[in-house]
């Protein structure tokens, strides 16, 4: 398949199966054995990928992807998608908040024969968790952490000094 071919089965995948929440294309445009890398996490078949995007769609039901940068080169197609939506429902045991989010996410699909088989997935899983309110701001405890203990050093050498 041509690149622009497999750049066309991207945006389909993000414009029909994401942003129309229709999990069953999964079966048309993915392989049978299709493997998905999601950080430290790997996903194997269909089944268990479906279940996986469907948490988003039930913990996000307004979800929509917007497609940033599309590159494609030999089998490989990458995309870079911003990722906006209302957490109104469970996600990952983290109950809804009602919070508005956006993120980022990267993905690099391996594309053979007209179909997905390989996908591999970077998000900003920290920046949506910070915006859920499940992680605080990291930059006010390091801070506090920072000052305090410069503070003590300087009492420290106060005492030293003396």
């Not at 979800?63 to 030999?74: N, R, V």
């Not at 998000?123 to 952490?145: K, N, S, W, Y």
Request: proline content about 4%; overall charge positive; some cysteine.
């Amino acid at each position: 398949m041509s690149t622009e071919h497999n750049k066309a089965l991207v945006d389909r995948i993000t414009e029909e199966g994401l942003n129309q929440h229709i999990p069953a294309l999964v079966d048309e445009l993915c392989a049978p054995d299709f493997v998905f890398h999601n950080g430290s996490r790997t996903i194997q078949g269909l089944p268990v990928y479906k279940r996986y995007i469907a948490q988003f769609f039930r913990a996000f039901p307004d979800i929509q992807f917007t497609t940033e940068d599309l590159i494609a080169e030999g089998d490989t197609v990458a995309v870079r998608r911003t990722f906006r939506g209302t957490h109104k429902g469970s996600l990952m045991g983290i109950p809804p908040t009602g919070k508005q989010v956006t993120t980022t996410v990267m993905t690099f699909n391996r594309i053979a024969n007209g179909k997905f088989v390989e996908g591999w997935n970077n998000a900003d899983d920290l920046g949506l968790l910070r915006q859920l309110g499940v992680i605080p701001a990291l930059f006010g405890f390091v801070f506090l952490t920072g000052l305090a203990t410069g503070i003590s050093l300087i009492v420290l050498l106060r005492k030293v000094l003396k």
